[in-house]
């Protein structure tokens, strides 16, 4: 009878001997990607830029204001044009009446020349702040170039140096298996070998399922009565350039794009480097690694910042709303009375109610003749049980009759 093997997770430790020769990165390539980093920092550009580009946004929304305040004196002129035949006729106060489509019409021309003014200004200064952001995002491209040039250095070394007859990958491995207690430690490592292979195989970025396996020895290998395999394993491959070098190379370098999911608790409008990408509450849009200006606008209110992308990302901006404060205002401002309980038997309540009138819980305390009434209720409730009334005002009180005029 043959007992299987019980595979676990192999675990691989790489030995720091000819491995480590292998580099996808160079020290002297990595300072060429900080140089490159630290030449074109845009941070302070793009933080200044976002936040013009703000300030813009609230001048636009100052703007629409304005055309909704003419929109409304256009429709009350409208409306005091409707009555000037009656009033003509009736030929009460007409000054007054001329003065008020005077005065509308005087306001409609003040906010309209305004209007005018501001919105020329405004088209200037968009004009300026798109130039910024292209300066900004200039930049970024020149930025882009360089790294990519790095990038194809460092792939034609490590071609270079790959193709090599004489390149190899000695690799030495410490794991542990779980085998059958019955198995021998021959068996339940040939059995354990093409998960060594693979997973080793899969966590070099320069071994592939197509790697050359140029020799496989098995160092030391021990196990006890519960079947835990212990091992150390050498082994050398022949390493080649892969995509798996290409996709390390780009995300070092930050060559590659992510997805980033843009979140708010109203329908915000989204702006990525002062570009408008849409509209909503949730919103998804890929760009590429790097710092990016974020900005939020909702209802003449602006959040801004800017971001380093360095893979896929949420990005909440939150704001509060009016409308919904305002409902939640007249909601709040009514509250239901408490109910009062009656003991059986009792004509005193148990609590008097409180009347509430704010939703602060605000009260109104009793009145004092209302406190005094209930203080001579509760004496018109007395008993007085086996006492003879000695006199003719006891008779009145024990049996609670009226006094007889």
């Known amino acids: 009878m043959r007992y299987g093997l019980i595979p676990l997770a192999v675990i691989c430790l790489f030995s720091s001997n000819s491995f480590a020769k292998l580099k996808v990165i160079t020290p002297a390539e990595e300072g060429l990607f900080e140089q ?10 793009l933080i200044s830029v976002n936040d013009k580009f703000s300030q813009l946004n609230k001048r636009s ?21 409707t009555q000037l035949p009656n009033k003509i006729l009736a030929k009460s106060n007409m000054s007054n009446f001329y003065a008020q489509i005077e005065d509308n019409i005087n306001s409609t021309a003040n906010l309209t020349l305004k209007t005018e003014i501001d919105t020329a200004a405004l088209e200037r200064h968009s004009l300026i702040i798109q130039e910024e952001f292209e300066t900004v995002n200039k930049r970024r491209l020149q ?17 270079s140096e790959l193709s090599k007859s004489t390149s190899n990958m000695p690799i030495n491995i410490n794991g542990s298996t779980k085998c059958s207690k019955f198995q021998s430690i ?17 966590k070099s970025p320069f071994l592939n399922d197509k790697s050359v396996l140029l020799s496989y020895q098995v160092v030391d290998a021990n196990m006890n009565m519960a079947g835990d ?4 394993v050498a082994m050398d491959f022949k390493p080649s350039y892969n995509s798996k070098i290409d996709t390390v190379l780009n995300e070092k370098l930050g060559l590659r794009s992510a997805m980033v999911t843009l979140v708010s608790n109203v329908p915000a409008d989204w702006f990525i480097n002062g570009k408008k990408i849409g509209s909503g509450k949730e919103l998804f849009h890929e760009i590429p690694l790097g710092k990016h200006g974020i900005l939020a606008s909702y209802q003449n209110n602006d959040k801004s910042s800017v971001e380093k992308i360095e893979g896929n990302g949420v990005f909440s901006y939150n704001f509060k709303d009016n409308k919904q404060k305002q409902i939640l205002k007249v909601s709040n401002s009514v509250e239901r009375l408490p109910n009062v309980e009656v003991a059986k038997g009792s ?11 704010l939703a602060d819980n605000t009260t109104i305390p009793t009145p004092e003749k209302q406190k005094q009434a209930d203080t001579e209720s509760q004496k018109g409730y007395e008993y007085f049980m086996g006492v003879a009334p000695s006199s003719k005002q006891q008779n009145i009180e024990f049996t609670n009759e009226p006094t007889n005029k």
Do not use: G, V, W
């Open 36 to 45: 490159i980093e630290s030449q074109y920092d845009i941070d302070s550009e």
């Open 61 to 81: 929304y100052d703007i629409q204001e304005l055309k909704e305040k003419i929109a409304l004196n256009q429709a009350q002129y409208q409306k005091l044009i």
């Open 143 to 159: 930025k882009s170039q360089q790294l990519f040039e790095l990038k194809t250095d460092i792939i034609n070394r490590l071609i």
């Open 186 to 202: 021959s068996d339940c490592l040939k059995e354990s070998k093409s998960q060594i292979l693979s997973s080793t195989r899969n």
């Open 229 to 232: 395999l212990r091992y150390n």
């Open 347 to 357: 004509i005193k309540p148990k609590k008097k109610a409180k009347f509430t009138l």
